[in-house]
């Protein structure tokens, strides 16, 4: 996503807390409280002490502390007013505590050895072992009889799910609350509410229901998701409320530990009982319990390398011949290499139903972000709340269910249930602070100050400045260079639905003081859907022409051409083309996941600086030159991406990347003799990539691509191979290539980016602190050029472009494959990538890099 810097007024200061990890994140409970708090150490080492049983005497209320020896408890019942800690292996240690208050008890167990029938308790010094352990014996046998336990082991199942998300503000003082800008909406804070993950004050921002049914069968393997209603509280006025809730949903996708990896926060964990977890966890035998009337043990499990992405946590393990997990609760290590996370907690419960099989009774998740990880500035906490009824199991489901291709089918009126519905669709009714969210969300965003602050905010975070009806922007693009154009300068704007939510308009003006020409844009959009042009899914008719400079094989991803960072390039790059582009097209976009475009275009490509059109007469062998190039291309566009979300940014897409594959395929038809155009061709290109999690050495992004053209056609309409000349690493362009240095009418080429996720650095014991992340990639391009399209052998064809030197530059494949590779380091400072990059092949060819580095910006976790 874009930055942007300038000099912002007070106002700013408000919505960088709530908006810099609005999009990352679930929270709640109650007002004046007892909260005790605090760490366990060692006494002697002063080492933390994970699984710490902090029980409330005289009362059933007790957690366990972390793997750093962290606890938080809210006290519900007083009890004695005495706290005890206790640990196998330990001495027990008993602390008063303060009545409604937040307070902080940290303390220092002695330790002790200890025989157990189960398990001998030693010192922390002796090597822990899988050989003869038994808490490792019985990991084994839960992952043994896994198959027998998991719900997927059933023929059919289905059930009612309510699920429940809500985004908090964290860490609300009553300094903050005092600041100057909250003085004309102070309402906000009559809402205030105190996360149980740590005990702050936090403040509700968003929250999202959804009740919905679930149908399941084995053969052929299917789940579908059927959403009865879906309601959505939050800066709806200023952010894509659904492309967020789609972030929201890939980020807290359901955990079934019965998988071998987990999906969270769009990265993949070990599950505590795949078959690899005896080799990437530590588990010991705390003790034996009554669960549900139900004799378990208790198994602590935590990461041998804690920076892994791996859990810490127990679980009950029923001690009967099913080996059954009926409570888990589990988080992540404190040094994971994992960014913006401050704390985590899951927590799973398994009840028997009627047909006395173990199915989720409670699932639970609550996450604190944070952008520096420390504790006491602001961020956001989030929760996620499921739970479930209604279960059928081995019932017959008719395969009508079944044959809708997306997983999660929306039904009709989910968004406009009214509350009748929901009275009786909720599983619990909504406390009373979370019913406040959605009156506090409506009145906030009627005060004038929060309104301008959110206009800043959208300029600073997406760089456009909302007027209502219109916007301007984006920012970025203000002011530009080129070798063409010298210094650039660009004003642009579009109407919003506010205005006319049918009928839409965009335009920009752009000046080149070099070149002394205007360049511009204009386009008129009909939306023929529900919903705006801008949120998914699309369903439009528009007619657009611009006038533009543009340096051919140059296509970037999510930004535009005229960035301003992206004006510094290497090398030389002074060839460019003059495009007037007259467009019309159709896109129609499905749930279903499969999308289609149809449109026509008239291309008029006029050279620009260096860059000429220039071939030989067929009767005099003299050199003409010709100003443009134009073709009329009529073109339809299928593309299938089962499944696929993203968030709408406010001028492009950023896909939320998940397991399943993207296909596309285009077929263009090029018609000569219609609006000046001069050629016959056919093009048609296909496009597959998807993501494979390798756990626990990563994913890998995998892209193939291929296409042909049929007819013979000049240079500037043959396939221009992606080429970046830029500092920026571009993930599909070749880096080490140059512009136009490479040209084809039939290619293939496969992008290959392998990241590991720390998994090499975690282990070396400074680096690791730094969180660095690996990354492999390894780039190929096969293509050809046929003799009809070799103006080496047409001279009635626009030779090749050639340098001062009259070294020709842009070449052909047919001598080998294009090659390059690179090893990166990424998650410096949390948000910077540099590669360094080889090219393999085609050394010799004229104005190349070998090596080269590159950098690239990203946020992730």
């Excluded at 998300?165 to 105190?194: C, E, G, M, P, V």
């Excluded at 056919?682 to 496009?687: E, P, S, V």
């Excluded at 993930?731 to 512009?739: C, P, Q």
């Amino acid at each position: 996503m874009k930055r942007y810097l300038y000099s912002l007024p007070q106002e700013i200061k408000f919505l960088n807390n709530i908006f810099l990890f609005l999009l990352c994140s679930c929270a709640f409970v109650a007002q004046s409280q007892t909260i005790i708090k605090g760490k366990i150490s060692e006494n002697k080492t002063n080492e933390a002490i994970p699984f710490v049983n902090v029980t409330i005497l005289g009362t059933s209320q007790g957690v366990q502390s972390d793997v750093n020896g962290n606890f938080t408890i809210t006290v519900k019942e007083y009890g004695s007013g005495k706290v005890q800690f206790s640990s196998v292996g330990y001495k027990n240690e008993v602390k008063s505590f303060k009545k409604d208050i937040t307070q902080t008890i940290s303390i220092r167990l002695t330790s002790t050895t200890q025989n157990l029938s189960e398990v001998v308790v030693k010192g922390k010094k002796d090597k822990y072992r899988n050989k003869d352990n038994p808490a490792v014996a019985l990991i084994r046998k839960v992952i043994d009889h896994k198959d027998d336990n998991r719900k997927e082991g059933l023929d059919y199942y289905q059930y009612e799910k309510y699920e429940k998300l809500q985004l908090d503000l964290s860490n609300i003082d009553d300094a903050y609350k005092n600041k100057k800008i909250f003085k004309n909406f102070q309402f906000i804070f009559d809402n205030l509410d105190t996360a149980k993950l740590t005990g702050k004050v936090s403040l509700p921002l968003y929250l999202k229901e959804t009740v919905s049914d679930v149908y399941f069968r084995k053969s052929p393997r299917e789940e579908k998701s059927y959403i009865k209603g879906e309601k959505k509280v939050g800066l709806e006025q200023f952010l894509d409320n659904n492309g967020m809730g789609a972030y929201l949903n890939r980020m807290y996708e359901d955990v079934n530990i019965y998988d071998n990896n987990i999906s969270l926060l769009s990265q993949q964990f070990i599950s505590p009982i795949s078959p690899l977890s005896p080799t990437f966890y530590r588990f010991v035998i705390l003790d034996t319990l009554q669960h549900d009337g139900v004799k378990c043990i208790n198994l602590g499990f935590s990461p041998r390398n804690q920076a892994d992405f791996a859990f810490v946590g127990t679980m009950y393990v029923a001690m009967d011949s099913s080996y059954a997990v009926r409570r888990i609760k589990m988080g992540v290590p404190k040094n994971i290499n994992l960014n913006f996370v401050m704390g985590m907690e899951i927590e799973q419960e398994y009840q028997p139903t009627a047909e006395k099989f173990l199915m989720l009774a409670k699932d639970e998740i609550m996450i604190e972000f944070n952008l520096f990880k420390t504790e006491n500035s602001r961020g956001v906490i989030g929760k996620r709340a499921v739970s479930f009824r209604n279960y059928k199991l081995n019932n017959p489901i008719d395969n009508e269910y079944f044959k809708p291709i997306q997983k999660n089918v929306l039904t009709e009126n989910a968004y406009v249930r009214d509350e009748g519905f929901w009275n009786q669709a909720r599983h619990q009714q909504l406390s009373r602070v979370e019913t406040n969210i959605y009156q506090m969300a409506d009145s906030i965003q009627k005060v004038p100050a929060f309104k301008r602050a959110m206009k800043i905010a959208g300029l600073f975070l997406f760089g456009y400045s909302d007027f209502g009806t219109f916007e301007i922007g984006p920012v970025n693009t203000f002011y530009s260079f080129n070798p063409v154009e010298g210094f650039r300068l660009r004003l642009g704007g579009r109407t919003m639905a506010k205005l006319n939510p049918r009928l839409y308009f965009e335009t920009y003006m752009a000046y080149g003081f070099k070149d002394e020409r205007w360049k511009g844009f204009g386009a008129l959009t009909y939306n023929l859907g529900k919903n705006s042009i801008y949120e998914f899914p699309n369903n439009y008719l528009r007619v657009s022409y611009q006038d533009e400079v543009r340096i051919p094989g140059q296509e970037l991803q999510f930004i535009q051409e005229d960035n301003f960072l992206l004006s510094f390039k290497r090398g030389v790059n002074d060839k460019m083309t003059y495009n007037k582009v007259l467009r019309v097209d159709y896109r129609k976009e499905s749930r279903s996941g499969i999308s289609y475009e149809i449109g026509l275009k008239n291309l008029s490509q006029e050279a620009a600086g260096s860059l000429t059109f220039q071939k030989v007469g067929k009767l005099d062998g003299i050199v003409i030159t010709d100003r443009t190039v134009t073709s009329t291309e009529l073109s339809f566009n299928l593309r299938f991406a089962p499944n696929e979300q993203f968030y709408q940014g406010k001028n492009y897409r950023i896909p939320i990347i998940n397991k399943y594959p993207i296909f596309q395929a285009r077929y263009t038809l090029g018609i000569a003799n219609i609006l000046n155009s001069g050629y016959n061709f056919h093009n048609i290109t296909l496009r597959a990539n998807k993501r494979f999690f390798i756990s626990p050495i990563g994913y890998t992004d995998v892209t193939a691509e291929g296409g042909r053209i049929f007819g013979k056609v000049p240079y500037p309409l043959l396939m221009i191979h992606r080429a970046n000349q830029s500092y920026s690493y571009q993930l599909e362009s070749y880096n080490l290539m140059n512009f136009l240095e490479f040209v084809s009418d039939q290619y293939a080429g496969l992008f290959v980016d392998h990241y590991f996720n720390g998994f090499f650095f975690n282990k070396i014991p400074l680096i690791k602190k730094l969180k660095f992340r690996e990354i492999i990639t390894f780039k190929a391009l096969y293509g050809s050029l046929s003799d009809k399209n070799n103006p080496n052998l047409n001279p009635d064809l626009y030779k090749f472009p050639t340098n001062e030197e009259g070294q020709v530059l842009t070449h052909s494949l047919n001598n080998g494959p294009y090659m390059e590779a690179s090893i990166g380091i990424g998650n410096i400072l949390k948000f910077f990538r540099v590669d360094f990059v080889k090219r393999l092949s085609y050394l010799d060819n004229p104005q190349v890099s070998e090596y080269g580095i590159r950098g690239r910006f990203k946020m992730d976790f």
